[in-house]
């Protein structure tokens, strides 16, 4: 295929039309256009609106000529593909025995302390070699696409060291390279204190800025750097001085904030200018909006929340106080090993007072400027990569109707079909 491709005859063309985050009630605007048809040559968006005004531009001849392939979405919906802007895809092991310990009643931070949760993982992943990694995170990425999911942020933050912490990074730009999905690396370096530098946190984070940040600029392994800013894992102080040095070098910021205790990082993230702050199921009513007043992009995890057991974060007053939210599955072998669409969908619309409009914002046009490609991705406008979810049914409404199940037929990536439903067809008498 040459990128080439006219959706026609849509019964929902939800362009979610903008090119930055969107704030408040703008989150309700999705721009649906009715019977709408879209053009996308060599891989970036040239048309969109009504089916008829834009097939009077096309003929047979110039169809056949560009060698467009044309897909007839009647009684589908089309949508901007997902972006899913915070998960830990790569990493080495499984955590399953924790699950039954959180069932029991054993916290998060309990499991941490005894040598669980990251630290678990750190430990399978710095076992784990390359090849094995590349192999699940292929698997990984295959599942999110047939989910809709088209642009996907990746973290490192499983090897605490310098050599596995790379080795995750190489990882990811390797899958980037390699699979159709557009793979955004984050180093997260500072993701918990490993057992060799126990009770010298200050000496750790002189390590990673000393020692793992430099190489992770030169080599050009990541665009952003995060930090996870928790009691008893990284102070305010701490993370700032991680997170300066990294903006110093030319990376971008992000940060886990506010997630167990109310630690101030949501205003952290507004005061150094981060690019979102994640998690924030403690943040403050004052940190919420310090962000909305320094463009912070929220990036909600409600499938976190959800494994955990703990209430969810305050998206509806987020939204309610202007500021523009994203939401994410946070893929990951411990707090939420899910990377389901449909259950995010599902979670931010029954139990976070989420409107279905403001879920499909959050994933789409919001989840890209969580990454800072609001410009080029999250939306089906013009001079936009061909970045296309293709819906089973006529409604956007039927993501969540439809509970847990995924709705997705088609899958679009720079105006190559990358995933097409393989329906299972059976002959019955």
């Known amino acids: 295929m040459n990128g080439n491709i006219i959706i026609k005859n849509a019964a929902q063309l939800v362009t979610c039309s903008g090119f930055k985050a969107k704030k408040g009630k703008e989150m309700s605007d999705l721009y649906v256009i009715k019977d709408g048809a879209l053009v996308i040559e060599n891989g970036t968006i040239q048309s969109v609106g009504k089916t008829g005004e834009i097939l009077a531009n096309f003929d047979e001849k110039s169809i056949q000529d560009k060698r467009?392939?044309?897909?007839?979405?009647?009684?589908?919906?089309?949508?901007?593909?997902?972006?899913?802007?915070?998960?830990h895809l790569v990493f080495g092991g499984y955590r399953a025995q924790e699950f039954s310990w959180r069932l029991r009643g054993d916290s998060y931070m309990e499991i941490l302390k005894r040598g669980g949760g990251i630290l678990n993982t750190v430990k399978s992943t710095r076992r784990a070699n390359k090849e094995g990694l590349m192999t699940t995170g292929i698997r990984r990425l295959n599942a999110m696409l047939s989910l809709g999911v088209t642009t996907v942020e990746g973290k490192s933050g499983y090897g605490l060291d310098r050599d596995t912490?790379?080795?995750?990074?190489?990882?990811?730009?390797?899958?980037n390279e390699c699979h159709p999905m557009d793979v955004v690396s984050t180093f997260l370096g500072a993701h918990a204190l490993p057992e060799e530098y126990k009770g010298r946190a200050d000496v750790f984070i002189d390590?990673?800025?000393?020692?793992?940040?430099?190489?992770v600029v030169d080599r050009h392994l990541a665009e952003f750097c995060d930090v996870f800013c928790e009691k008893n894992v990284f102070s305010i102080r701490q993370s700032k001085r991680l997170l300066?040095?990294?903006?110093?070098?030319?990376?971008?910021?992000?940060?886990?904030?506010?997630?167990?205790?109310?630690?101030?990082?949501s205003e952290l993230a507004a005061?150094?200018?981060?690019?979102?702050?994640?998690?924030?199921?403690?943040?403050?009513?004052?940190?919420?909006?310090?962000m909305a007043e320094a463009g912070v992009v929220a990036t909600l995890l409600p499938g976190t929340a959800f494994c955990l057991k703990e209430p969810f974060a305050n998206g509806r007053y987020m939204?309610?106080?202007?500021?523009?939210?994203?939401?994410?599955?946070?893929?990951?072998?411990?707090?939420?090993?899910?990377?389901?669409?449909?259950?995010?969908?599902?979670?931010?619309?029954?139990?976070?007072?989420?409107?279905?409009?403001?879920?499909?914002?959050?994933?789409?046009?919001?989840?890209a400027a969580a990454l800072q490609r609001a410009d080029?991705?999250?939306?089906?406008?013009?001079?936009?990569?061909?970045?296309?979810?293709?819906?089973?049914?006529?409604?956007?409404?039927?993501?969540?109707?439809?509970?847990?199940?995924?709705?997705?037929?088609?899958?679009?990536?720079?105006?190559?079909?990358?995933?097409?439903?393989?329906?299972?067809k059976f002959d019955c008498p």
């Open 319 to 367: 939204i309610d106080n202007n500021l523009a939210v994203a939401l994410a599955t946070d893929f990951n072998p411990g707090s939420c090993y899910s990377e389901s669409i449909p259950l995010i969908f599902a979670l931010a619309t029954l139990y976070m007072n989420f409107s279905i409009e403001e879920a499909v914002t959050a994933l789409t046009i919001n989840g």
């Open 207 to 215: 390590f990673i800025i000393e020692t793992v940040l430099p190489e």
């Open 244 to 265: 300066m040095n990294a903006g110093k070098n030319g990376l971008k910021i992000k940060i886990h904030a506010d997630e167990i205790e109310p630690l101030g990082g």
């Open 165 to 175: 912490e790379i080795k995750q990074l190489e990882v990811l730009k390797a899958l």
């Open 271 to 290: 005061e150094i200018g981060a690019v979102s702050a994640d998690h924030l199921l403690q943040a403050s009513d004052k940190g919420l909006r310090a």
């Open 68 to 87: 467009f392939v044309a897909i007839d979405a009647s009684g589908k919906a089309v949508l901007p593909g997902f972006v899913d802007s915070h998960t």
């Open 376 to 424: 080029t991705i999250g939306s089906l406008d013009i001079g936009k990569y061909g970045d296309v979810v293709i819906l089973k049914y006529p409604s956007y409404q039927f993501i969540p109707y439809h509970v847990g199940i995924n709705t997705v037929e088609k899958v679009i990536k720079k105006g190559e079909l990358v995933y097409d439903d393989p329906l299972l």
